[in-house]
């Protein structure tokens, strides 16, 4: 079949079952619109911003585990489009962005709307590529699909100079692709897998740290089935929470910077640490210091540069953790009455004497809205089953601290990059993935306003999102910090002239509710919830300096948090 | 620690400057980096010679294998090998030192070339210490301009740098 090149991009696209396309029209692009025009297999979900188009297609992706997708016009469109190509590349999210170039021959000649986009997006891509002629398109498709989905997820931009979208040319899509450079992953040796589980045998003090690699994995039932044969503690990181249960008793919460007491001191202690696909970044970690002193590590990735990265690995397997896990569960079964619970007993003492403290405690109030209150009566109406998109800042703690997950998929947030801006265009991602679904974006007043042009979108395609408004007054991160460590001169952190929330997602078409009063939440949000058709804005009036509990500051380690004043751990 | 990484890698547009953006955004040291198609004239050999301790360098080679177009890599310094870089030396010798600077040439096994007046181009491949050496023994003469086509090598024992096969 002879085809233009930009009906074989939106072939290639059909051919790969991609529903939905987030983006933006622009002159580079516009024969690839025109090609989504005829057609109705491919629906193109018109963003307000380019950043919204990479950050929507990256919810869809991460509750889904299916790639999303992006098309963008040439120069600012493609710019725009970055920061949600970082914050994909950093979280190891499958994206392929399209991207519209000038015409070939004026590449090179600072034409209008030029950029180098595969040179801008290249340190924030796991590969790129800029089409050379018609007949390249659907085979670069196919690996761009093949790269953004195997091995370590990531995305992948295809810059399309304009003039090849008109060409024509035999349209075959590829049923399979092979690159002598990019070979599939292994299975780890079996030695390795034995090894591991040798160790895990006969720790004393274990704790299982798993991270995004399992969520990416679809692993969650492995991990469960190896959390709960050894009876081991787990910990999830900031991006593998619902990997394991929040209500689980083996559960002690998510660790790190503003991780739980016993789950930081439980790795400060550790004699064995088993990594699954965490990367001991130093939000995790801490100083790198008197790290885990007495630990033996056992780190599974299925990137090798991760490993004997930050932390060096005495059991390194390199491999897919839902293989790795396979691997162990199968050997555990095999040695199952080398299993020995009493070896953890005095370690299990030793945790639930931390846990006891009760770490996430807050001073309740009756008079000021509390936003670890409102997270949690969150859990509440929802029943614990809502997508929870986050922006950056503490409301995205203490909705990592408070909601309570259950399964993967469903807290989606940029733990990598940090992207502010983040979580609404998220949410509307998650909606076309599920549009039965109770998905509620948990912001702040300062991240909401980076993408609130997306309300826009929302309304366009009916999209009832509930945003949940931690609103503050302030950058209410960058205040705890200054409050810390700046002697609490708070520079530029607070936010003047806010606008009125309600009245601004009215404007949009939207319902808007002001909630000030403790009392108020839970009703306010049923109501909110009850609403099934209709985007609802939030604006909770929170407690203006309310911090994050624990904190482990910037040069110390797991066993020096800083801990809620009048808390029991304190 | 100075290694040399023998890189092979799909001959495609782009390439060089991953492998060159991989470094620079990971602070990683490049002495010298040489680039050229092989036999197969769909694949490119990278010879890069890097500074490091055996963390980095570990690193490094894990990120260049991460990367899509890298198709192998091998650290060649690890056991036998042979490394020879070209120089190319453009120098001025006056009329009275020609005799000395002659001796130089030939004690290097280079080869100089009149190319104006008093100025020659002296030319001899060899070990990076061997083309220093060469480089400061002209100190009776002046030295105009220098140029170095940084380290290339391959194993001289039986180990091989190749594609897998899938």
Redesign the interface.
Known sequence: MQLSGADIVVKSLKEEGVEYVFGYPGGAALHIYDAFHRQDDVKHILVRHEQGATHAADGYARATGKPGLVMVTSGPGITNAITGLATAYMDSIPLIVLSGQVMKPLIGYDAFQEIDA??IS??CV???F?IQNVEDIAETIKRAFH?ATTGRPGPVLIDIPKDITAQVTEFIYPESV??????PVKLPPLSEIVSGVEAMLNAKKPIIYSGGGVVLANAQEELRTLVRSLGFPCTNTLMGLGGYPHDDPLFIGMLGMHGTYEANMAMHDADLIVALGARFDDRITGTLDGFAPNAKILHVDI???V???NI?ADLPIIGDVKDVLNGFNAELKRRRKDINPELTTEWWGQINEWRSYDSLWYDESDTIIKPQYVVQKLHEVTGGQAYVTSDVGQHQMFAAQFYGFSDTHRWINSGGLGTMGFGLPAAMGVKFAHPDADVACVTGEGSIQMCIQELGTCKQYDLPVKVINLNNRYLGMVRQWQEFSYEKRYSNSYMDSLPDFVKLAESYGHVGMLIEKPGDVEGALREAFALKDRLVFMDFITDREENVYPMIEAGKGHHEMRLRPGSKAQ | MRHIISVLLENESGALSRVSGLFSARGYNIESLTVAPTNDPTLSRMTIVTIGDDRKVDQIEKHLGKLVDVAALQDITVSDHLEREIVLVKVQVPDDQTVAFERVVGAFNATAMHVADDQYIVEMSGSSEKVDELINSFKITKVIEVVRSGVIGLASDARVLSVPSL
């Open positions: 595969v040179g290249r340190p796991k590969h790129n800029l790269i092979e690159m002598r450079a990019y070979p990137d090798p540069s490993i004997d990265k060096k």
